[in-house]
Every structure is written in C-alpha cells, then in structure tokens.
C-alpha cells in the first residue's frame, strides 16, 4: 500500500513562528502536492513539485514555501505563520509526467492553529 | 462560477438507503474522481474514471462525459459510510481542480 506520511496530526504556533510541515511518501512518486483545506472553500492547491528541486505555484502560493531536496520527502514552510494560515494542510503524490490525471494519495493531514 | 460543483451540500440518510451525490463540470477533463474524507481528516481515493461505470462493493461511480457529470451511488448505506465525499477533475491541462464536498450522515 502506498503510504504518504505528515509529521505532525496537530500543531499550534504563535504568529511570527516559523513553521515547517514535512511530507513523506514511501512509492517514489514523482509528483508530490501541498494542498490547504478550509470549511466552504475545498481544497486549495498550495505547491506541487514534479521532481527533485523542482517546484510550482499552486493557486495560492503567497506565504508559503516549499522544499524537495530528496525524491521521497516535500517540505512546506510558512516563513512567518499567521493566523490567515490556521488550517488543515494536506500532502499528497502520485506518479506521472503529468500532474493531473494520475490517482492521487494523501497523508492524514495536519491541523495547524497559529494564535 | 465554480468549475467543479457538488450537489448535495448536506445530505442525511437512513441506514439501508439508496444515495446519490452528483457532480458537474464545465471544463474538458481526461479523468474524473471520487475521494472519501472521514472526521480527522485524511483523504482516500474510491473512483478515478474516465467513462462509463465503476463498481466497488456498495459504491457505484458513473460518468457521462457529454453531459460532464457524474454520480456516486452508495447501496445499502451504512453509519460508517458518513463522510465528506469529495469530486475532482483532471482537466487535460493542470491541475486537479477540486468541488467544495458532500457532507453525508447515515443514521442507525
């Protein structure tokens, strides 16, 4: 079974913090996605990446960062957290050239509040 | 207006009733898909289809590309089967683009 892990189910972080939201994916997928999840509004596409080092805004880039020095692992960063970022970040990867039409399998999720 | 639109909002069932969530779109898609999400949070694929009828257990997805829509039937429904079941599209360039979910409730 393919496996996509996030380190941390819950995080509270004060404004200011620097934050840092680890995904780890276990198929070598090569494509991997940062999403954010708010009630009425669905997911939202933060970042993906497509391979190593490589990366793309999604559609709401702003404040956030991310990393993939290695095949398995995507980093998002919030530079600055602030309280507009309290919520639920979702990781996900698949395989494929293309990023759209390939199954995708997600972490568990992270709950992030910043007070 | 919303590319990818659900209906259903909310839903509440009976356990052992029939459930259809349906889901429209408005862009060219090469495939489309069906996602559970349970209280906690994480996502499970159930259906990814690009025409025609999937079957899986109790869970029915179809797609009727010229209409762009689609539909989850849900047979014989059950309290654990409650969920956010969530459509999304890949359209033939870019992303995935996500509806807003259905959020169900199966009474006992």
């Known amino acids: 079974d393919v496996k996509v892990t996030q380190s941390s189910r819950y995080l509270v972080k004060r404004t200011g913090e620097k934050v840092f939201l680890e995904c780890v994916q276990d198929?070598?997928?090569?494509?991997m996605f940062w999403y954010r999840q708010d009630p009425g509004l669905g997911l939202r596409l933060i970042y993906f990446s497509y391979d190593v080092k490589m990366k793309e805004k999604g559609d709401i880039p702003e404040g956030y960062s991310v990393s993939r020095e290695k095949k398995e692992r995507f980093s998002l960063i919030l530079e600055s957290a602030s309280t507009n970022q309290t919520s639920m970040y979702l990781c996900?990867?698949?395989?494929?050239?293309?990023?759209?039409?390939?199954?995708?399998?997600f972490g568990p999720g992270t709950r992030l509040t910043v007070t | 207006k919303n590319e990818v639109e659900q209906s259903p909002q909310n839903l509440t069932a009976q356990e052992g009733e029939f459930i259809t969530i349906n889901c429209s779109y408005s862009?060219?898609?090469?495939?489309l898909h069906w996602l559970q999400q349970h209280p906690g949070g994480g996502i499970v694929s159930l259906f990814m289809?690009?025409?025609g009828k999937k079957k899986h257990g109790r869970l029915i997805a179809t797609i009727n590309i010229q209409e762009k829509h689609s539909s989850l039937h849900i047979t014989a429904s059950h309290p654990r089967d409650s969920a956010v079941y969530i459509c999304a599209v890949s359209p033939r360039q870019g992303n995935l683009i996500f509806g807003k979910g259905t959020k169900l409730s199966v009474k006992p």
């Open positions: 289809l690009s025409s």
């Open positions: 198929m070598d997928h090569e494509n």
């Open positions: 862009v060219g898609i090469s495939a």
């Open positions: 996900a990867s698949s395989y494929g050239v293309g990023t759209g039409f390939y199954e995708q399998y």
